[in-house]
């Protein structure tokens, strides 16, 4: 097709390299027509689209909770409680999930607990994600002793088992601030950063050695335009995909907090919260099986989404991977 659209030039192309030209133009044109855009590679892949359909149902959940499990009291995010009985009661007309000890409403538990994650996944992952890239690109972009200092500290931090550190810290900070969502964040925020900004160091250890960046060096760009409007914009995709497929895990970090008496307070619709319900009755789980499962199952299911679609991303933004699946 490029070649029937030059011929209609030869009048005008005068020589061959002009043609040769026109019609690389032409091609490219037309290449990047045929390109398939992001979202349709994700909508094109069954886990990727499989994955967006279960985040986008979760987002309808968390947005329409209000229609959803109507609020019984002054704050929306306390679990409304139907007596004090300490031994669960199975599913019915009243609550379609049932209740756990101490009578509090599963269903409105997992409906609510849907914005907390959202919450916790979203803030926890873009704060991490900020400190990450604010260390990694400084560290990699001056070099020399400020590189060698930020990231033996960050070798420090990174010597600490994770999920250990968090409970630590969250232990700290809890008998300083008392329970709450911001204890489990900072807790996780803490201790989060670091895989981000050895990546973003690596990339930009790679993109400041390109020929743009060189040029732009020689004509008089100002260091810092030259890291955030030159080098990190090419730098940052490994560190989105990493960052979309974290959602989940912070989400179910942060229940594992809340499981433990470290995350939110008792009664607060986080699904680590109503999994901690259940302590009580591992033994007679085949009685008592609506407490885990429910919540149990939205954990899963949200953070298997998010996983799907980060790895979608990784096939899409990564060039190397591109090209050994072409």
């Given at each position: 097709?490029?070649?029937?659209?030059?011929?209609?030039?030869?009048?005008?192309?005068?020589?061959?390299?002009?043609?040769?030209?026109?019609?690389?133009?032409?091609?490219?044109?037309?290449?990047?027509?045929?390109?398939?855009?992001?979202?349709?590679?994700?909508?094109?892949?069954?886990?990727?689209?499989?994955?967006?359909?279960?985040?986008?149902?979760?987002?309808?959940?968390?947005?329409?909770?209000?229609?959803?499990?109507?609020?019984?009291?002054?704050?929306?995010?306390?679990?409304?409680?139907d007596g004090f009985l300490a031994e669960p009661q199975p599913p019915n007309t009243e609550h379609p999930f049932g209740t756990t000890e101490g009578q509090y409403d599963i269903f409105y538990g997992v409906v609510w607990g849907t914005r907390t994650a959202f919450q916790v996944g979203l803030i926890i992952t873009g704060v991490t994600v900020f400190i990450g890239l604010l260390v990694g690109s400084i560290a990699a972009y001056v070099g020399g002793w400020v590189d060698e200092i930020m990231m033996r500290v960050v070798e420090i931090f990174m010597a600490f088992p994770f999920l250990l550190a968090a409970i630590t810290l969250a232990s700290v900070l809890q008998a300083r601030l008392g329970r709450g969502l911001l204890v489990g964040m900072l807790a996780l925020t803490g201790f989060g950063w670091m895989?981000?900004?050895?990546?973003?160091?690596?990339?930009?250890?790679?993109?400041?050695?390109?020929?743009?960046?060189?040029?732009?060096?020689?004509?008089?760009?100002?260091?810092?335009?030259?890291?955030?409007?030159?080098?990190?914009?090419?730098?940052?995709?490994?560190?989105?995909?990493?960052?979309?497929?974290?959602?989940?895990?912070?989400?179910?970090?942060?229940?594992?907090?809340?499981?433990?008496?470290?995350?939110?307070?008792?009664?607060?619709?986080?699904?680590?919260q109503m999994l901690s319900f259940a302590r009580n009755w591992i033994p007679s789980l085949a009685d008592y099986w609506f407490i885990l499962v429910y919540p149990g199952a939205a954990m899963l299911l949200f953070v298997l989404g998010w996983n799907l679609i980060g790895d979608a991303f990784r096939d899409i933004l990564d060039p190397r991977l591109r090209g050994a699946r072409g």
């Open positions: 097709m490029a070649k029937e659209a030059t011929r209609g030039l030869e009048g005008i192309l005068e020589t061959p390299m002009e043609r040769g030209l026109a019609l690389r133009v032409w091609e490219g044109l037309l290449g990047s027509r045929r390109k398939p855009t992001v979202l349709r590679q994700i909508l094109t892949n069954p886990l990727s689209f499989g994955g967006l359909v279960l985040v986008l149902f979760f987002v309808a959940v968390a947005i329409f909770a209000p229609d959803i499990a109507p609020p019984k009291g002054r704050d929306p995010y306390m679990v409304p409680r895989g981000y900004a050895r990546l973003i160091r690596g990339d930009i250890l790679s993109v400041k050695q390109r020929d743009y960046v060189l040029a732009a060096r020689v004509v008089g760009v100002s260091h810092p335009r030259i890291l955030w409007r030159h080098i990190i914009p090419n730098a940052m995709y490994p560190m989105l995909v990493v960052g979309s497929m974290d959602i989940g895990s912070y989400v179910a970090s942060f229940a594992a907090l809340s499981f433990l008496g470290l995350g939110t307070e008792i009664g607060y619709a986080d699904w680590g």
